[in-house]
């Protein structure tokens, strides 16, 4: 148990901290941070209710450096961004370009996204992007992938009919994993997720206004392909 409600604790894979940070980092986690944190103490939780007026939330799993989720709460000021980040140096460099930038349309939440997923009301978001989950390509490590039967039906239960999950990988066996996790999750508890794919382009075609991510940024250079998934909550 993680102490604070009776949701058992899940095991968070991956690191959690790296370089000791900066000074001006250091400050803002003690400053700001705490302003826009996301407490986990509420078995459930409205994310309307953490910002002032918005029209919509929604959530970003497993930021990295907080880039892209920076660049939509700067071009969307009318939406509340809510983003999970186990990795705290990922943290304070977004917690830095709140500072920066003057944002106030973000909620951070310090941890496994799961956390916050299980605990969000039904249907009280209108987008979700996972954008380039840790891989874990090895087969044994493969169930360590966010996506899972779980994380969907925490996922189902949260997006509103009508609602985007968008999922970027540029690991194929990752994204014919993702494509095969959401069919058994159709099947098996009825139409859900519906891929809004038509044909090939569409997949490889980058989201309408899309900023890149660091990750996706060091894949290209690398020379894989990224691949764009998007569906709707039916
Ligand atoms: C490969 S990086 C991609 C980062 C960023 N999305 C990008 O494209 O640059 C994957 C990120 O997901 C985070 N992560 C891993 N498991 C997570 C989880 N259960 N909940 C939230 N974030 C997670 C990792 O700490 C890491 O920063």
New binding site residues.
């Given amino acids: 148990m993680n102490g604070e409600s009776d949701i058992p604790r899940r095991h968070?894979?991956?690191?959690?901290k790296g370089k000791t940070l900066k000074p001006r980092q250091a400050n803002l986690m003690e400053t700001l941070f705490p302003r826009v944190s996301i407490s986990l103490e509420e078995a459930v939780i409205d994310p309307k209710r953490l910002f002032g007026d918005v029209d919509e939330v929604w959530l970003?799993?497993?930021?990295?450096?907080g880039?892209?989720l920076a660049h939509q709460a700067e071009t969307h000021p009318r939406v509340g961004i809510m983003g999970?980040?186990?990795?705290l140096n990922?943290v304070a460099k977004l917690v830095s370009e709140i500072d920066e930038q003057g944002l106030t349309n973000i909620r951070i939440l310090n941890?496994?996204?799961?956390f916050l997923l299980e605990r969000l009301a039904p249907s009280s978001l209108a987008r979700v992007f996972i954008?380039?989950?840790?891989?874990w390509p090895k087969k044994r490590h493969n169930k360590r992938r966010?996506i899972n039967q779980e994380t969907l039906g925490f996922l189902a239960s949260a997006l509103r009919p009508g609602g985007e999950l968008r999922f970027?990988s540029d690991i194929p066996d990752y994204i014919a994993w993702t494509l095969a996790h959401v069919s058994r999750f159709n099947r098996e508890k009825g139409e859900t997720f519906r891929w809004t794919a038509e044909r090939a382009e569409d997949w490889r075609t980058p989201y309408e206004g899309w900023p890149g991510?660091?990750?996706?940024a060091?894949a290209i250079r690398e020379g894989r392909t990224p691949c764009y998934l998007a569906f709707t909550r039916g």
């Fill in positions: 968070v894979y991956g690191r959690t970003e799993v497993g930021f990295g450096g880039e892209h999970c980040e186990p990795f990922g941890d496994d996204a799961r954008l380039y989950p840790d891989p966010f970027a991510t660091r990750y996706e060091k």
